[in-house]
């Protein structure tokens, strides 16, 4: 088992910046393909950014290519995503998620949530 927990989501205006976290326990994800999805109220679940746990390719949904930035921190087993010049059309839930095996875009392919952080960007 896999346990995530988000943090940093919150209320920003549009231009601004936030740093969401995702503190990873249980069994190592060192094998693990890590990503951060968002959702909004009668949407799918949509992929925004993942990250090889490995070998740190990563990888960015057109829609927050050159304004996102995910990374992580294996001594502490943390994952982040780093938020910059944000739109009101970012404001959604994000969720932290994993899976084994390789880069996947689709959030059925990942086997570990967290609870979300709401990230809501004023105009």
């Known amino acids: 088992q896999v346990q995530l927990v988000e943090s940093g989501g919150g209320l920003v205006q549009a231009g601004d910046s936030l740093r969401l976290s995702c503190a990873a326990s249980g069994r190592t994800v060192s094998n693990y393909f890590m990503g951060w999805f968002r959702q909004t109220p009668g949407k799918e679940r949509e992929f925004v950014a993942g990250i090889s746990w490995i070998i740190s390719s990563t990888y960015y949904a057109d829609s927050v290519k050159g304004r996102f930035t995910i990374s992580r921190d294996n001594t502490k087993n943390m994952l982040y995503l780093q938020m910059d010049s944000l739109k009101p059309e970012d404001t959604a839930v994000y969720y932290c998620?994993?899976?084994?095996?390789?880069?996947?875009?689709?959030?059925?392919?990942?086997?570990?949530w967290g609870q979300g952080t709401q990230v809501t960007v004023s105009s």
């Open positions: 998620a994993a899976k084994q095996g390789p880069y996947r875009t689709t959030y059925l392919a990942y086997n570990y």
